[in-house]
């Protein structure tokens, strides 16, 4: 079945390290997108590709960073310049990007990280 | 004032009630995407509208474009729908930018 595959599931990481979350898609999908969930926020952009070789910012994207070199990953790495990384993280696609017309975001089960 | 706002943050249910969970917004949308998170964090899609009414079993949503409001309904609430609902909207922007609402968090009792 197609779907989003996150992982790890469950991830640590000790002060001042780099570590990168995997997300994969076998959707066929051109648009991903990585969001970080705080509790009682709402979902927040950090940062989203519409077609390979290409990405954008989203609202939060200070101290992650990402790459988009398959349109079936896009993987996220949280750097040691992101203070408060303790969050958990859902990527997402969509069939299409820019111009799109309400297409709808398919979500994985996300990676929930925490400082040791 | 947040752009997306739902209500009520918290509900508990018992199982058979009748539910709504509503969802209002401040900003032009293309449309409106109700999505269910499970309690291990995953989140799949329920319903995505521009108008009207649209219906899946015993969950319905409405969504007033005026008024700028939408509602998710579920009827015979049962345990296993305990979930965070959350409203989410497709802005008219360049880019499919969404907003999502905080979420309301739903327990049914049996």
């Known amino acids: 079945d197609g779907g989003i595959t996150q992982s790890p599931k469950y991830l640590f990481r000790k002060e001042g390290q780099n570590v990168t979350l995997s997300c994969e898609q076998n959707?066929?999908?051109?648009?991903m997108y990585w969001y970080r969930q705080d509790p009682g926020q709402g979902l927040r952009l950090i940062y989203y590709?519409?077609?390979?070789?290409?990405?954008q910012k989203g609202d939060i994207a200070e101290g992650y960073s990402v790459s988009r070199e398959k349109k079936e990953s896009f993987p996220l790495t949280v750097t040691s310049a992101q203070k408060n990384p303790t969050a958990f993280y859902l990527c997402?696609?969509?069939?299409?990007?820019?111009?799109?017309?309400?297409?709808?975001?398919?979500f994985g089960d996300g990676t929930r990280l925490s400082i040791l | 004032k947040n752009e997306v706002e739902q209500s009520p943050q918290n509900l508990t249910a018992q199982e058979g009630e009748f539910i709504t969970i509503n969802c209002s917004y401040s900003?032009?949308?293309?449309?409106l995407h109700w999505l269910q998170q499970h309690p291990g964090g995953g989140i799949v899609s329920l319903f995505m509208?521009?108008?009207g009414k649209k219906k899946h079993g015993r969950l319905i949503a409405t969504i007033n474009i005026q008024e700028k409001h939408s509602s998710l309904h579920i009827t015979a609430s049962h345990p296993r729908d305990s979930a965070v609902y959350i409203c989410?909207?497709?802005?008219?922007?360049?880019?499919?930018?969404?907003?999502f609402g905080p979420g309301t968090s739903l327990s049914v009792i049996p």
């Open positions: 509208l521009s108008s």
């Open positions: 900003v032009g949308i293309s449309a």
């Open positions: 997402a696609s969509s069939e299409a990007g820019t111009g799109a017309s309400n297409q709808p975001q398919h």
């Open positions: 989410a909207v497709l802005l008219k922007t360049s880019y499919d930018k969404v907003i």
């Open positions: 590709s519409q077609i390979v070789n290409d990405f």
């Open positions: 959707l066929n999908h051109d648009a």
